[in-house]
T-cell receptor, first 110, second 114 residues
Framework: RKEVEQDPGPFNVPEGATVAFNCTYSNSASQSFFWYRQDCRKEPKLLMS???SGNEDGRFTAQLNRASQYISLLIRDSKLSDSATYLC???????????FGKGTRLSVIA | DAGITQSPRHKVTETGTPVTLRCHQT?????MYWYRQDPGHGLRLIHY???????DKGEVSDGYSVSRSKTEDFLLTLESATSSQTSVYFC?????????????FGQGTRLTVV
């Protein structure tokens, strides 16, 4: 079983839509959780960290459910510029290597 | 961009030849990583380093070696390139601050083995 699993999509949504991505992880010892964004032919960049209490950054909301080993990302009022691949990432702690899901591709359509 | 540069950015090489990719950072971060990214597999860890001359294997280390003789440079070597090593290679560093850790990536190296 892959350590981090995501629905690969693609998710094709109209501008202004709300879209949610989910991710599950297999290692219950995982301590840190992130969503990264990767544009086509570019390097991944941190979108946001994910905390147990849930956290919000503008139109983006991330949630963590440790009991179910489940992470989610909600994007409200989608923009064309949100089109990208979203990578779910976990790590045991601190500087231990990041473990990536395969990514979920989002296309926001005008 | 956290001062990470990868070189070369693109390379085409022949099967059986040795290839070295370089990752250079300017901010003296201790932890550095090499990943490869392939369609259908996502990013997979090849090797990582936690200090000068301190390295460890990742998930897909076979066919690769690394060296870190100084803090700023982390080299990835394909001793004898194979077509299965055609991929996009990303170097990353991890930065701790504010109680959290963030990874920054180089722009990637597109390697084609023919």
């Amino acid at each position: 079983r892959k350590e981090v699993e995501q629905d690969p999509g693609p998710f094709n949504v109209p501008e202004g839509a709300t879209v949610a991505f989910n991710c599950t992880y297999s290692n219950s010892a995982s301590q840190s959780f992130f969503w990264y964004r990767q544009d086509c032919r570019k390097e991944p960049k941190l979108l946001m960290s994910v905390y147990s209490s849930g956290n919000e950054d503008g139109r983006f909301t991330a949630q963590l459910n440790r009991a179910s080993q489940y992470i989610s990302l909600l994007i409200r009022d989608s923009k064309l510029s949100d089109s990208a691949t979203y990578l779910c990432v976990v790590t045991l702690s601190g500087n231990t290597p990041l473990v990536f899901g395969k990514g979920t591709r989002l296309s926001v359509i005008a | 961009d956290a001062g990470i540069t990868q070189s070369p950015r693109h390379k085409v090489t022949e099967t059986g030849t040795p290839v070295t990719l370089r990752c250079h950072q300017t901010e003296n971060h201790r932890y550095m990583y090499w990943y490869r990214q392939d369609p259908g597999h996502g990013l997979r860890l090849i090797h990582y380093s936690y200090g000068v001359k301190d390295t460890d294997k990742g998930e897909v280390s076979d066919g690769y070696s690394v060296s870190r003789s100084k803090t700023e440079d982390f080299l990835l070597t394909l001793e004898s390139a194979t077509s299965s090593q055609t991929s996009v290679y990303f170097c990353a560093i991890s930065v701790q601050g504010g109680g959290n850790t963030e990874a920054f990536f180089g722009q990637g190296t597109r390697l084609t083995v023919v």
